[in-house]
Every structure is written in structure tokens, then in C-alpha cells.
């Protein structure tokens, strides 16, 4: 089936870019809404940025959507999380091949439900082989990630790490290096996104709310990011 992305260049300058979908409660507090309602409109921004970023040409997406320290939210929050979540993963299965994406879930999946869980691993089995990752992170935390690889590593009998040792073991090993980071929301911080990735990431913030981030801000950010010199360290 052809391809609905067409891809603008096969060489973008943001191999890797990541968002920090935050402000859906606020966005639904100022419409008189409950929380639950930001975060079924934050999934429709969620698709359209996720086309977006694909159809650039980026390599790789990735999306904060759950964090290791979301789990203390209300429990009905939660819960209209996870059923917008699992309903996404049965929507999103039509598009793997048309879109050529591929999913990779980022954290811990053994706290999910069976079901819930097995879907996502059915997704990250029949998308492998596609070319543009989006890497959903979900009960995922930098710190968690860290240890995660440390174990990993520690079970595998290694003896002495390096940085590269870790990089391979983290969930992104399958990602090229973190470009850019984009904050929705107004906070100027990570809140414990991608930490041992980001540490020659730019960072990117605008005080709109998630539900209203559109693929013009998302243009913006990259328009922003190109003028930018990296310097590694160097001069
Ligand atoms: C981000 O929006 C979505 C998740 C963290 C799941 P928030 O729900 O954090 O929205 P605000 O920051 O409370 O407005
Ligand atoms: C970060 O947003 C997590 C996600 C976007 C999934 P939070 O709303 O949880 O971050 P804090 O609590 O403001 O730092
Ligand atoms: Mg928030």
C-alpha cells in the first residue's frame, strides 16, 4: 500500500525529537471540564503532531505519556488514561503499515494489565520491521530507565560499564540521539523525561496547553531549534 506520509526530506536535522505533552488538566479546568476531558482532546493533538513529526522525516518521535510519578493521580484519572490508551492501541493498529511507524513502548510494561500489556507488545512485534519510530513512553521515568540498564547490564554479567554500554541498554537504544525537547504547559522543567538522553538536547518551552499545540507550534519549535549553534563542548 503507498505510503500516506510523504516524507519532505529523508535527511531531516532532528534525527530525534521529544514532547512533553503537559497542561491537559489546566486546559480542561478553564472550560469548566473535568481533567479526563484535556486528555481525550491531548490524544487528538497527540496523532496530528505524531503525523506531523513522521511526514517531516524526524527518524524518531517520542511522547511522554504516562510517568512513573503519574500513578499518584486520582484513581479515576488514571483509569481514563488507560481506557483512552487501550482503545488508541486497537485504532492505531491500521496505520503501522500505511504510515510505516514503529511503535516502541518505554518503560516497565509488567505493571499493566494483561490485556493491556499484550497489546502493546502485539503492536512493537508488527511494526518492527517500519521506519519511522514513535517511542511511546508509558509508566516511564529517566531514573527508573537508568536503573533498568544498570541491572540489565549487571544480569548480563558485566563487569565494567561504559557510557555506550548503558545508551544500549536503555528503552531508546533503538532511537539515534535526543535532538530536541518540547515542553507544552508552561514549566520550565523535565519532570523526568529522557535524562540520560537529554544531556545534549535542546530544550524548547511554550506556555500553550497540549490540546491546543498544533503542528504550526510544532514547526515553530524546529524553526527555533535550527537557529540554535550546538557546541558539544567545544567551541
Ligand atoms: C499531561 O497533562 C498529561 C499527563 C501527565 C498524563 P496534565 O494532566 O499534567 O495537565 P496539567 O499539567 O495538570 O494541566
Ligand atoms: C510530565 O507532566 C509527565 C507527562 C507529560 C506524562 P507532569 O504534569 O506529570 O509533570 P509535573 O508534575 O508538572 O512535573
Ligand atoms: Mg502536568
Known amino acids: 500500500m503507498a505510503k500516506k506520509f510523504i516524507t519532505n526530506s529523508e535527511d531531516h536535522p532532528i ?8 497542561g491537559n488538566g489546566r486546559w480542561a479546568k478553564k472550560r469548566g471540564m473535568p481533567r479526563e476531558y484535556g486528555h481525550k482532546f ?5 496523532k496530528k503532531v505524531m503525523e506531523h513529526c513522521c511526514n517531516l522525516g ?5 511522547f511522554y505519556v504516562f510517568s512513573t510519578e503519574n500513578w499518584k493521580r486520582p484513581q479515576k484519572e488514571v483509569d481514563s488514561i488507560m481506557k483512552l490508551l487501550d482503545r488508541y492501541l486497537d485504532d492505531c493498529k491500521k496505520e503501522l503499515d500505511e504510515y ?8 516497565d510494561k509488567s505493571v499493566f494489565p494483561d490485556g493491556l500489556r499484550n497489546k502493546m507488545i502485539e503492536i512493537e512485534r508488527l511494526s518492527s520491521q517500519h521506519k519511522y519510530i514513535v517511542n511511546l513512553a508509558l509508566n516511564y521515568g529517566g531514573r527508573d530507565e537508568i536503573v533498568y540498564a544498570v541491572n540489565k547490564l549487571y544480569a548480563d554479567g558485566k563487569e565494567r560499564i561504559t557510557e555506550d554500554d548503558i545508551s544500549s541498554a536503555l528503552y531508546t ?3 539515534p540521539d535526543l535532538d530536541l525537547i518540547v515542553r507544552t504547559g508552561g514549566d520550565l522543567r523535565i519532570s523526568n523525561f529522557l535524562l540520560w538522553q537529554s544531556a545534549y538536547a535542546e530544550l524548547y518551552f511554550t506556555d500553550k496547553l497540549w490540546p491546543d499545540f498544533n503542528t504550526d ?3 515553530a519549535a524546529i524553526e527555533n531549534f535550527l537557529n540554535r549553534k550546538r557546541r558539544f563542548g567545544g567551541v
Open 42 to 46: 491531548g490524544a487528538e493533538t497527540f
Open 58 to 62: 524526524i527518524k524518531a518521535t517520542t
Open 217 to 219: 507550534d510544532v514547526d
Open 15 to 22: 534525527k530525534h525529537i521529544g514532547f512533553i505533552m503537559d
Open 173 to 175: 537504544s533503538e532511537s
Open 100 to 107: 510505516d511507524l514503529r511503535f516502541i513502548f518505554l518503560g
